[in-house]
T-cell receptor, first 112, second 112 residues
Framework: DAGITQSPRHKVTETGTPVTLRCHQTENHRYMYWYRQDPGHGLRLIHYSYGVKDTDKGEVSDGYSVSRSKTEDFLLTLESATSSQTSVYFC???????????FGPGTRLTVT | GNSVTQMEGPVTLSEEAFLTINCTYTATGYPSLFWYVQYPGEGLQLLLK?????DKGSNKGFEATYRKETTSFHLEKGSVQVSDSAVYFC???????????FGAGTRLFVKA
């Protein structure tokens, strides 16, 4: 168990509102990731972090920002939510030596 | 760049049938290869891995062998159970990138 929690687990919000999703880990892992999962698209990387204040974009970063001010927390923000951002969002960490990834339970976000 | 291709699903089998899910990859260098499983409503879990050519990863009756000559990592199980119904993802990762490359996923249905 990599000790990864995500909050909230479910959220419904309106178009145009800001939303922040939180990923928390208890194992001091350096590498953290945000993915979205949609039918027909598999997993797509949004942003990732390789250390405190060190982040980079993934393949679908438009409309999303991230912050990592401490090792254990990685925040994903939708500045102005759109219906196309309705999805299930997964946070993950990666073991530095084995490259194994461990995933959180996911956040189901619905933008109406 | 690196990529992973896995067979499209869904795959529907009867209980106790033999399972093969094909996975091929493109990579420079010597990546580690993984199979992840996702049960309904959950995040992905590591199922098995192999770190070098001819390695066989195994777990819970599932096996996959790292074949460098055919750039493949096919998942097999001799006798599936209803509880194996899930989505299976092939993936690769290496030391030169912070990212893990996932296949599109293959949904497996096992009927009693």
């Amino acid at each position: 168990d990599a000790g990864i929690t995500q909050s909230p687990r479910h959220k419904v919000t309106e178009t145009g509102t800001p939303v922040t999703l939180r990923c928390h880990q208890t194992e001091n892992h350096r590498y953290m990731y945000w993915y979205r999962q949609d039918p027909g698209h598999g997993l797509r990387l949004i942003h990732y972090s390789y250390g405190v204040k060190d982040t980079d974009k993934g393949e679908v970063s438009d409309g999303y920002s991230v912050s990592r001010s401490k090792t254990e927390d990685f925040l994903l923000t939708l500045e102005s939510a759109t219906s196309s951002q309705t999805s299930v969002y997964f946070c993950a960490i990666r073991e530095p030596d084995s490259y194994e990834q461990y995933f959180g339970p996911g956040t189901r976000l619905t933008v109406t | 760049g690196n990529s992973v291709t896995q067979m499209e699903g869904p795959v529907t089998l009867s209980e106790e049938a033999f399972l093969t899910i094909n996975c091929t990859y493109t990579a420079t260098g010597y990546p580690s290869l993984f199979w992840y499983v996702q049960y309904p409503g959950e995040g992905l879990q590591l199922l098995l891995k192999a770190t070098k050519a001819d390695d066989k990863g195994s777990n819970k009756g599932f096996e996959a062998t790292y074949r460098k000559e055919t750039t493949s990592f096919h998942l097999e199980k001799g006798s599936v159970q209803v509880s194996d119904s899930a989505v299976y993802f092939c993936a690769l990762s290496d030391q030169r990138s912070f990212k893990t490359i996932f296949g599109a996923g293959t949904r497996l249905f096992v009927k009693a």
